[in-house]
């Protein structure tokens, strides 16, 4: 076994220990959740700090370390040949960066879930299969296993959702499950056309090898999605824009863009907290990597015809978004449409098709996943104490609560994009690269760049009015006296799971090429990719 099925599996091993222990056995739960999670960060920093950036093609085994591939399946179709499928993992400086802020995040819902009650032998079996799925499709490279993966992660949420939710968690938990299965199913046939589309240059099989699929030259002549413009058409529709388009929206379901992002919301508010951070933390960074690596990795030549409206629906997102956090009077709806605002910019990025685009969308994936991570666990905080999160039942709570509101304030800050801190990379990387794509020929306007502007101006009313308004002035509660007795300040525990986000905030602000020197070679090889269509 390679270091990423241990990274994968060891989870796994979590889950059986757990079935396995008697119900009685409580409090012990958490604590082998803990340790499988603490040694997965441990192992998925090590794979970091040793990784060595490859300058091959996209498309080659030699881009990406780590490699494991063997045989999985093998089945005799007759005529159709040979069902080949690999169990096929390996990590380049898309999936790596990625790698690493999940097992952050899954550690901070560990440390969030300290003090669940119900069903905890449950609780924790999910939550661990949970991160086994996340881990798997980071590393998969292999479309069938990458697909599996995606559906196994499914069920838990679903579970974790529909069983510690709040008042209306059985809405929220179905209507995330049909959403996302929605565009999972739709995501199935375009895999099964791609097999028969391409064939293994050694066996001459057909496969569902990911980087045969990045290749032309691995297209069969004549075939359903064949890559050298030959492409069948569906209703007048190329087949190849067809494919990108269905898997397009699989991946924007997840971000998630508007208008597919309305069960986010929902999911958010009645989620419990820890589910509420692995959401915004991990979930919603699956569809952009999906998009940069399969969307674009596959069918660069559709990208490029259609990246103005990729770029139009990011701006539409991060508009939309934003007006509607300002709407908000419920603080955990307030943060859940700023995570789509703020996922409208990881869009905009990728569809300028520009090195600093690209790269600007990936680290704000990664600066969104702690960030939101953060602050979806400081709104746990304060319904944990008088379970009410309507912003106007508050005010004045600097007094009462001094270190929430410190952390309250800096991860405001963080997440509004000022200077030093990791959001403003991202975001202006985002924006030099949207400026820039006009003159490189990338279809992108610079007026997009304009309007992306003005969603971190409205990010800064948002943020700041919710500040004011719930912390600062005289003291109001909705619950009196009661309320300002269960205000207690934020405990050791709750400061040991705030602390390293916002340190890590400050931290890649002050030194972003502590992500960017493990990016920015696989950035420039995908555009190596895209580049001969524009």
Same mark, same amino acid.
């Given at each position: 076994?390679?270091?990423?099925?241990?990274?994968?599996?060891?989870?796994?091993?979590?889950?059986?220990?757990?079935?396995?222990?008697?119900?009685?056995?409580?409090?012990?739960?958490?604590?082998?959740?803990?340790?499988?999670?603490?040694?997965?960060?441990?192992?998925?920093?090590?794979?970091?700090?040793?990784?060595? $950036?490859?300058?091959?093609?996209?498309?080659?085994?030699?881009?990406?370390?780590?490699?494991?591939?063997?045989?999985?399946? =093998?089945?005799?179709?007759?005529?159709?040949?040979?069902?080949?499928?690999?169990?096929?993992?390996?990590?380049?400086?898309?999936? *790596?960066?990625?790698?690493?802020?999940?097992?952050?995040?899954?550690?901070?819902?560990?440390?969030?879930?300290?003090?669940? !009650?119900?069903?905890?032998?449950?609780?924790?079996?999910?939550?661990?299969?949970?991160? %086994?799925?996340?881990?798997?499709?980071?590393?998969?490279?292999?479309?069938?296993?990458? /697909?599996?993966?995606?559906?196994?992660?499914?069920?838990? *949420?679903?579970?974790?959702?529909?069983?510690?939710?709040?008042? =209306?968690?059985? /809405?929220?938990?179905?209507?995330?499950?049909?959403?996302?299965?929605?565009?999972?199913?739709?995501?199935?046939?375009?895999?099964?056309?791609? /097999?028969?589309?391409?064939?293994?240059?050694?066996?001459?099989?057909?496969?569902?090898?990911?980087?045969?699929?990045?290749?032309?030259?691995?297209?069969? @002549?004549?075939?359903?999605?064949?890559?050298?413009?030959? #492409?069948?058409?569906?209703?007048?529709? @190329?087949?190849?824009?067809?494919?990108?388009?269905?898997?397009?929206?699989?991946?924007?379901?997840?971000? $998630?863009?508007?208008?597919?992002?309305?069960?986010?919301?929902?999911?958010?508010?009645?989620?419990?907290?820890?589910?509420?951070?692995?959401?915004?933390?991990?979930?919603?960074?699956?569809?952009?990597?999906?998009?940069?690596?399969?969307?674009?990795?596959?069918?660069?030549?559709?990208?490029?015809?259609?990246?103005?409206?990729?770029?139009?629906?990011?701006?539409?997102?991060?508009?939309?978004?934003?007006?509607?956090?300002?709407?908000?009077?419920?603080?955990? =709806?307030?943060?859940?449409?700023?995570?789509? #605002?703020?996922?409208?910019?990881?869009?905009?990025?990728?569809?300028?098709? %520009?090195?600093?685009?690209?790269?600007? &969308?990936?680290?704000?994936?990664? #600066?969104?996943?702690?960030?939101?991570?953060?602050?979806?666990?400081?709104?746990?905080?304060?319904?944990?104490?008088?379970?009410?999160?309507?912003?106007?039942?508050?005010?004045?709570?600097?007094?009462?609560? @001094?270190?929430? %509101?410190?952390?309250?304030?800096?991860?405001?800050?963080?997440?509004?994009?000022? @200077?030093?801190?990791?959001?403003?990379?991202? !975001?202006?990387?985002?924006?030099?690269?949207?400026?820039? &794509?006009?003159?490189?020929?990338?279809?992108?306007?610079?007026?997009?760049?304009?309007?992306?502007?003005?969603?971190?101006?409205?990010?800064?009313?948002?943020?700041?009015?919710?500040?004011? =308004?719930?912390?600062?002035?005289?003291?109001?509660?909705?619950?009196? !006296?009661?309320?300002?007795?269960?205000?207690?300040?934020?405990?050791?525990?709750?400061?040991?799971?705030?602390?390293?986000?916002?340190?890590?905030?400050?931290?890649?602000?002050?030194?972003?090429?502590?992500?960017?020197?493990?990016?920015?070679? #696989?950035?420039?090889?995908?555009?190596?990719?895209?580049?001969? /269509?524009?």
């Amino acid at each position: 076994m390679g270091l990423l099925s241990l990274l994968i599996f060891l989870p796994l091993l979590a889950v059986l220990a757990i079935l396995v222990l008697p119900n009685r056995s409580n409090g012990s739960f958490k604590y082998i959740s803990l340790a499988a999670t603490l040694i997965q960060f441990g192992l998925s920093g090590y794979l970091y700090a040793n990784f060595q $950036p490859s300058e091959s093609a996209f498309n080659a085994v030699s881009a990406y370390q780590y490699v494991e591939q063997m045989p999985w399946i =093998r089945m005799q179709l007759g005529s159709l040949g040979t069902l080949e499928i690999d169990y096929f993992l390996g990590v380049d400086g898309f999936s *790596l960066p990625l790698l690493v802020l999940s097992a952050f995040v899954m550690l901070m819902a560990i440390g969030a879930s300290w003090r669940i !009650e119900k069903s905890k032998k449950g609780y924790f079996a999910l939550l661990m299969l949970l991160n %086994t799925a996340v881990m798997g499709i980071f590393c998969a490279l292999d479309f069938f296993l990458f /697909y599996v993966f995606y559906e196994v992660m499914l069920l838990p *949420l679903y579970f974790l959702i529909g069983i510690w939710g709040g008042a =209306r968690r059985e /809405y929220a938990a179905i209507k995330f499950f049909i959403y996302t299965l929605f565009g999972s199913v739709f995501m199935l046939l375009v895999i099964v056309g791609l /097999y028969f589309s391409v064939q293994n240059p050694n066996t001459g099989a057909h496969t569902f090898n990911m980087l045969y699929m990045m290749d032309p030259t691995n297209y069969v @002549p004549g075939s359903f999605f064949e890559a050298l413009g030959n #492409s069948q058409e569906i209703l007048g529709i @190329p087949a190849r824009m067809v494919g990108f388009i269905v898997l397009f929206v699989a991946f924007a379901i997840k971000i $998630p863009i508007v208008p597919l992002h309305t069960w986010l919301p929902d999911a958010h508010v009645e989620a419990p907290t820890p589910v509420s951070i692995i959401l915004a933390g991990i979930l919603l960074k699956i569809g952009g990597y999906g998009v940069i690596r399969i969307c674009l990795g596959i069918f660069p030549d559709a990208a490029v015809d259609a990246n103005w409206w990729l770029g139009l629906i990011g701006i539409i997102s991060i508009l939309y978004g934003a007006f509607n956090a300002l709407a908000q009077t419920d603080l955990k =709806r307030l943060i859940a449409y700023s995570s789509v #605002s703020h996922m409208g910019f990881v869009l905009l990025g990728i569809a300028s098709l %520009t090195a600093e685009g690209i790269s600007g &969308a990936v680290f704000q994936m990664l #600066s969104h996943g702690f960030l939101s991570a953060a602050l979806f666990f400081l709104v746990g905080v304060l319904y944990d104490r008088v379970h009410d999160r309507y912003i106007y039942n508050f005010r004045g709570l600097a007094s009462l609560m @001094p270190k929430y %509101t410190a952390y309250v304030a800096i991860a405001f800050f963080a997440s509004l994009g000022l @200077p030093g801190f990791s959001a403003f990379i991202g !975001e202006a990387f985002v924006i030099i690269g949207t400026f820039n &794509a006009e003159s490189l020929s990338t279809g992108i306007p610079r007026w997009m760049a304009i309007f992306g502007s003005l969603g971190i101006l409205l990010s800064a009313a948002y943020f700041l009015w919710t500040l004011q =308004r719930m912390f600062f002035g005289e003291t109001r509660l909705k619950g009196g !006296e009661t309320w300002a007795n269960s205000l207690t300040d934020l405990s050791v525990r709750e400061q040991i799971i705030l602390f390293p986000t916002l340190a890590l905030a400050l931290l890649l602000g002050v030194m972003p090429s502590l992500v960017f020197g493990v990016l920015n070679q #696989s950035v420039l090889s995908l555009l190596n990719l895209v580049n001969p /269509y524009l």
